[in-house]
């Protein structure tokens, strides 16, 4: 039976968008703190071209932490299994930017998704070059994905990023007083900062992941961009860690592999099927979308898509 995708999206949207308004802005980054919570979008790509969109769809957002996986894939490509001396592939159980697990592991990040192991996994794709010239790197292949060049940094949130980032600089510090940094704290930090203060909509979001549908190839240029065992692992990765100490109940829920960023935004990745992007600002306490995650598991369920029907 073939389902009807653009009903489900329909539905989920309809669902969820009760819910709108819910959960807490990212207050504690002055530029996010004023965004309208009521906002919300969904798209879904699918490998043929065909996109399926509701909402706010088209309105730019900041990604933030949903910028680690194109960061994590440019890096594995980059520097290969060698990423894996500086930073885990195990969930945290802590919060996003909790420093203590650094300590008692002698300042290897758990995994590249929480922010010590994004910090880290940035630091690697770096690889001696200018900071400048990574940040160009990153636009240009999610651009290019996206099938957008307008997409481009928020330096107004990249700005306030850095002013606000005390917590990210001691997690910084902290990796480099353990020898796992091989660059200078703050050119580390320049490119993770405006890594995340990356604006897409969810339709670009939503056609920049593809790849990871189509076993790291793009299905609309056909160039393979990672080795297809590599987009199989930053699936993994990305069911188990991203969303933090939330990441077990989303996979509960949803049944996806998903990052999470506390702008509010959420891409989904179903392999072999297609990638959905939800945005709305409004975050639960573990900083996931609280609306985006409703959105999530019932367009999940009624698709039934979830890796694990």
Known sequence: MTVDLARCLAEAYDIALPHRGQGKVADYIPALACVDPNHFGMALALPDGTMHVAGDADTPFSIQSVSKVFTLALALRRVGSSLWDSVGREPSGSAFNSIV?????????????????????????????????????????????????????????????????????????????????????????????????????????????????????????????????????????????????NSGEFAFRVGLPGKSGVGGGILCIAPGQGSIAVWSPGLNEAGTSLVGAIALEHFAYAAGWSVFD
Do not use: W
């Not at 630091?123 to 307008?150: M, S, T």
């Not at 339709?203 to 549908?213: C, E, R, W, Y």
């Not at 961009?225 to 100490?245: S, T, W």
């Open 101 to 245: 697990q650094l300590e008692t592991e002698h300042g290897i990040p758990r995994n590249p998704l929480i922010n010590a192991g994004a910090i880290a996994t940035t630091d690697r794709l770096i690889d001696g070059r200018d900071g400048d010239a990574v940040i160009e790197e990153i636009l240009a292949f999610i651009r290019a994905r996206a099938g957008d060049e307008g997409v481009d940094i928020d330096l107004d949130v990249a700005f306030s990023e850095s002013e606000t980032g005390a917590r990210n600089r001691s997690l910084t510090h902290f990796m480099d007083a353990f020898g796992n940094l091989r660059h200078p704290v703050e050119t580390t930090l320049g490119v993770y900062f405006r890594q995340c203060a990356i604006a897409m909509s969810c339709t670009q979001l939503a056609k920049a992941g593809l790849f990871l549908t189509m076993d790291g190839r793009d299905p609309r240029t056909g160039e393979q961009l990672v080795e297809p065992h590599r987009a199989r692992r930053i699936n993994a990765i990305m069911m188990l860690c991203g969303h933090y100490d």
